[in-house]
C-alpha cells in the first residue's frame, strides 16, 4: 500500500510533517483533515495513543454507525492496551447503549497479520437505526 499524509496547517508548523511520503496534503482544518483521511482510507487501524488516536477512532466508528463510510476499522492491541477500552464498549452493549451490530463494527486482535485479515474480510452491518426503539427496551 501507499501512505499518504494529512496535516492541518495549524500543526504542519508545529509537528514535523513527514517528509518521507510521496504524499502529503496540508489542509486548512482538523475536520477537513478528518473528513480527508475517512475518504482515502480503505480502512483503520488504531495503535496505541492519547486523546488524538480516540478521537479519530471514536469519529471513525460514530461515521460507520451513521452509516457515513463501510470500511473496516481495527485495534491493534498491543501488550492489552486497548483491554479496558474493549470492556468499556462490552458493557456498554449489555447495557443497550450501543446495538450488537455496531459493536462489532471495531475489530480487535493483538496480532498485526491477523487484524489485517479480519479486516479484508470485514463485512459492513449494512442499515441498522442507531437508536433502540421503544418496542425493544
Given at each position: 500500500?501507499?501512505?499518504?499524509?494529512?496535516?492541518?496547517?495549524?500543526?504542519?508548523?508545529?509537528?514535523?510533517?513527514?517528509?518521507?511520503?510521496?504524499?502529503?496534503?496540508?489542509?486548512?482544518?482538523?475536520?477537513?483533515?478528518?473528513?480527508?483521511?475517512?475518504?482515502?482510507?480503505?480502512?483503520?487501524?488504531?495503535?496505541?495513543?492519547?486523546?488524538?488516536?480516540?478521537?479519530?477512532?471514536?469519529?471513525?466508528?460514530?461515521?460507520?454507525?451513521?452509516?457515513?463510510?463501510?470500511?473496516p476499522i481495527a485495534l491493534l492491541d498491543v501488550g492489552?492496551?486497548?483491554?479496558?477500552?474493549?470492556?468499556?464498549?462490552?458493557?456498554?452493549?449489555?447495557?443497550?447503549?450501543?446495538?450488537?451490530?455496531?459493536?462489532?463494527?471495531?475489530?480487535?486482535?493483538?496480532?498485526?497479520?491477523?487484524?489485517?485479515?479480519?479486516?479484508?474480510?470485514?463485512?459492513?452491518?449494512?442499515?441498522?437505526?442507531?437508536?433502540?426503539?421503544?418496542?425493544?427496551?
Amino acid at each position: 500500500g501507499e501512505v499518504i499524509g494529512v496535516i492541518p496547517r495549524a500543526l504542519a508548523t508545529k509537528e514535523i510533517a513527514h517528509q518521507g511520503l510521496a504524499d502529503l496534503r496540508v489542509v486548512p482544518s482538523m475536520h477537513e483533515r478528518k473528513a480527508l483521511m475517512t475518504e482515502l482510507a480503505d480502512g483503520f487501524i488504531a495503535l496505541p495513543g492519547g486523546y488524538g488516536t480516540f478521537d479519530e477512532l471514536f469519529e471513525a466508528i460514530t461515521w460507520a454507525q451513521l452509516g457515513l463510510h463501510e470500511k473496516p476499522i481495527a485495534l491493534l492491541d498491543v501488550g492489552g492496551y486497548f483491554a479496558p477500552l474493549l470492556a468499556l464498549l462490552d458493557r456498554a452493549t449489555e447495557e443497550r447503549f450501543i446495538r450488537p451490530e455496531h459493536r462489532a463494527l471495531v475489530i480487535s486482535d493483538d496480532d498485526p497479520a491477523r487484524a489485517l485479515e479480519r479486516m479484508a474480510t470485514f463485512r459492513p452491518v449494512g442499515s441498522v437505526m442507531k437508536w433502540i426503539g421503544k418496542d425493544e427496551s
